[in-house]
């Protein structure tokens, strides 16, 4: 079965700039998890999303949002890109719901800001 | 302080040996994973916890719940082994918090 797919794997934009990140679940996985990973900071959670719903998120400003569509497919937002935001952004599916599920990751996509 | 510890940060060994690394929480889960991230990125679901000891091939990990604790050992590691290995909690149910992660451990294993 496919994996989980994001889009795209590769990106640079220009301080300022906004972009969109995307993220494929598996078949019947409801829930989706963001993470950014920097050299500095190692891997930080972003938002989780199950069923349309954000459920939580971290401890990241305003400029980053997410959203979830009814075929789970979910997408991520960075507005007013920093320099600081040049990461490696991963997402996470899982089955979701009250009890833990083991993840699936995407491949990433490596945001480079210049 | 960071809620997930690992130990080593580092470690090299030669092919063959026993490996084991540490992990450590300060704060109450709901599962313990240990992920694999290879060059490139993609990170890899090894093992997901909540109690007892589970083994997959060469890899085995388990947990403590009441020292807050984890290990994940590799038996005659081979250098395909070389990774970093990243313990990574649930702090509530169903994953609605995400993962919190560990700093993540360097594995090398030299032929």
């Known amino acids: 079965k496919a994996g989980v797919t994001q889009t795209p794997r590769y990106l640079i934009k220009t301080r300022g700039q906004q972009v969109t990140l995307s993220c494929s679940p598996i078949s019947g996985h409801r829930s989706v998890s963001w993470y950014q990973q920097t050299p500095g900071q190692g891997l930080q959670f972003l938002f989780e999303y199950f069923s349309e719903t954000q459920r939580n998120k971290g401890n990241f400003p305003g400029r980053f949002s997410g959203r979830q569509f009814s075929n789970s497919r979910s997408e991520m937002n960075v507005s007013t890109l920093e320099l600081g935001d040049s990461a490696l952004y991963l997402c996470?599916?899982?089955?979701?719901?009250?009890?833990?599920?083991?993840?699936?990751f995407g491949s990433g996509t490596r945001l480079t800001v210049v | 302080k960071n809620e997930v510890e690992q130990s080593p940060q580092n470690l090299t060994a030669q092919e063959g040996e026993f490996i084991t690394i540490n992990c450590s929480y300060s704060v109450g889960i709901s599962a313990l994973h240990w992920l694999q991230q290879h060059p490139g990125g993609g990170i890899v679901s090894l093992f997901m916890l909540s109690s007892g000891k589970k083994k997959h091939g060469r890899l085995i990990a388990t947990i403590n719940i009441q020292e807050k604790h984890s290990s994940l050992h590799i038996t005659a590691s081979h250098p395909r082994d070389s990774a970093v290995y990243i313990c990574?909690?649930?702090?509530?149910?169903?994953?609605?918090?995400?993962?919190?992660f560990g700093k993540g451990t360097h594995l090398i294993i030299q032929p």
């Open positions: 990574a909690v649930n702090l509530g149910g169903g994953g609605a918090d995400g993962l919190t």
């Open positions: 996470a599916s899982s089955l979701g719901g009250l009890i833990n599920y083991g993840y699936t």
